[in-house]
């Protein structure tokens, strides 16, 4: 179940399309409220994918690939044979094109002398490494994941953020971890009108997702260490420095995909007590 979830929105690139799925699959039978939380926990894991494809966004172009993709896609999608190769390509150019538009977007804006130096004043208030301004970020992250309805393109705003230096790399991990409970809001929201099952594996979602936010906010900073230590980035290193911006995307991307796998590879012994977890938590309404 959580390879099928991994891989399937690693080619969807969406985890809320396969949690959305996951529990539709439940409502209608088709899936138990076990086989729909390791389908789930795997969902954690493939969207990390499309951090990461951004990260690379910072070291090359994408839009270069985007139009010859386009191209092809269009060519393939012609020739009968090829129609479904041609329909994914093209569907995953026009991905990459809104990733790359709102990259550029961002960057015009934070460099844009007005703009930019009130998106800059705003964040610095916030500076000061305190347990309030991180949960303010946490809480933030999450906000705007729910409002936005997409993890991948608060991401991208994150990353285009801290790649400038507009936004610390520590408030930067707090939006990260918001965007992982921010996500799971969704689904939640479109079980209320589902069964029973759906709307325990909805709450799931949540439950595995905010779990893991409390311990890794507890193992924060070696946890964060590690995987600056991994990238080679030093959180003092200055945003002038010629790498920063490759360096600090890819310290996201790290941070996202560890936070996902060692929580899907801590939870997953743990399922059957999650599975009494949302039973005891939501149970049938009665008639």
């Known amino acids: 179940g959580m390879l099928t979830g991994m891989f399937v929105t690693a080619a969807v690139q969406s985890s809320t399309a396969t949690t959305l799925m996951t529990v539709s699959f439940v409502n209608a039978g088709l899936l138990t409220l076990v086989q729909a939380i390791s389908v789930i926990m795997g969902a954690h894991i493939g969207t990390t994918v499309t951090a990461w494809i951004m990260s690379f966004g910072f070291s ?18 012609y020739m009968k044979k090829r129609r479904i190769i041609g329909d994914f390509l093209f569907g995953v150019s026009f991905l990459f094109l809104g990733l790359s538009t709102l990259k550029d977007t961002g960057f015009s804006l934070v460099n844009d002398p007005v703009a930019g130096a009130a998106i800059s004043t705003f964040f610095s208030n916030f500076n000061e490494p305190t ?18 309805q997409s993890s991948a393109a608060i991401m991208a705003i ?3 953020l801290c790649s400038t230096g507009v936004l610390h790399i520590d408030q930067g991990i707090m939006l990260v971890l918001g965007e992982n409970i921010g996500t799971t809001i969704t689904s939640n929201i479109v079980a209320m009108s589902a069964n029973v099952q759906a709307r325990r594996a909805a709450f799931a979602h949540m439950s595995i997702n905010v779990l893991g936010v409390i311990w890794v ?3 924060l900073k070696p946890f964060f260490g590690a ?15 010629p790498d920063f911006a490759i ?13 996902n796998i060692s929580n899907t590879v801590l939870l997953i012994w743990f399922v059957p007590y999650i599975e009494r977890f949302v039973c005891w938590a939501i149970k049938p309404k009665k008639v």
């Not at 172009?61 to 393939?76: C, E, H, K, S, T």
């Not at 347990?131 to 936005?148: A, K, Q, R, Y």
């Not at 995987?227 to 420095?241: E, K």
């Open 217 to 219: 906010l507890l193992a």
């Open 60 to 77: 090359f172009n994408i839009a270069d690939f985007v139009y010859p993709a386009f191209f092809i896609g269009i060519i393939l999608i």
């Open 131 to 148: 347990i309030l301004n991180s949960l303010l970020f946490l809480l933030m992250g999450t906000i705007l994941t729910l409002c936005v």
């Open 227 to 241: 995987v600056c230590h991994l990238v080679g980035f030093d959180p003092a290193m200055s945003a002038d420095a």
């Open 158 to 160: 994150t990353m285009m």
């Open 247 to 259: 360096k600090a995307s890819m310290v996201l991307a790290t941070f996202h995909s560890a936070f």
